[in-house]
């Protein structure tokens, strides 16, 4: 069964500075997707980055960048200059070709003023 | 932009009794999803559904639990004599391709007294 693992329950970064969010993932497939999902307190989930395993370019999304390392199971996620707004639980997520997605236990981010 | 509505927003049931949760998934999407997530875990799959029928579950939808599309825009989860475990925040998602991020609802708070 995959499996996703982020080790960071809780991060904190400065606004404007730069912060890394781990995950790493297990999985026997070779085709895959990952996600990158925020959960602000308003409970919705929001996309916010995705990864076609296939690829090796790392996705990126303006302050959103992740970095894919297909051998190493591993997809972090940069927010750089953070903004207040940035604040939320983050969920790696990952989704085999049959279609089921398994998601992180979250990374609870705090933006410092 | 079109979005997954569900309803209702927030759902009290007493233990035992049954409970139906609605979500709309957008017009043209053709696969949907359930997912729980339990106040301070990580958000958990439930089932797939294309076709009209379950094209994946996970070992917590058990017989307890039942989805349907009575229509050709609504998509039910159907609890039936529920548990105060079952209290959790639910979320319905869907997706066009299976290749394509899962768009999700802002999920319906179903509360078990």
């Known amino acids: 069964a995959q499996t996703v693992t982020q080790s960071q329950p809780e991060m904190s970064v400065q606004e404007a500075e730069t912060v890394t969010l781990s995950c790493t993932y297990d999985t026997s497939e070779s085709d895959y997707y990952l996600f990158w999902y925020k959960q602000p307190p308003s409970r919705q989930m929001i996309l916010v980055i995705r990864?076609?395993?296939?690829?090796?370019q790392n996705a990126t999304e303006n302050r959103f960048s992740v970095n894919f390392q297909k051998a190493a199971k591993s997809f972090s996620l940069k927010i750089s200059d953070s903004q207040l707004g940035d604040a939320a639980m983050y969920f790696c997520a990952y989704r085999s070709n049959n279609n089921d997605m398994r998601f992180g236990a979250g990374t609870r981010l705090t933006v410092k003023p | 932009e079109p979005e997954v509505t569900q309803t209702p927003s927030h759902q009290v049931t007493q233990m035992g009794q049954e409970v139906i949760l609605r979500c709309v998934p957008i017009?043209?999407?053709?696969?949907f999803y359930w997912y729980r997530q339990i106040l301070g875990q990580k958000v958990e799959f439930l089932v797939s559904?294309?076709?009209?029928?379950?094209?994946?579950k996970s070992e917590i939808f058990d017989d307890q639990f039942s989805v349907e599309r009575p229509d050709g825009s609504n998509f039910t989860l159907k609890i039936r004599s529920t548990k105060l475990e079952d209290s959790a925040m639910y979320f319905c998602?869907?997706?066009?391709?299976?290749?394509?991020?899962?768009?999700f609802g802002d999920g319906t708070r179903l509360s078990i007294l």
């Open positions: 998602a869907s997706t066009r391709q299976t290749n394509q991020p899962q768009h």
């Open positions: 017009s043209n999407h053709l696969y």
């Open positions: 990864q076609e395993a296939y690829k090796q």
């Open positions: 559904f294309y076709n009209n029928e379950i094209s994946e």
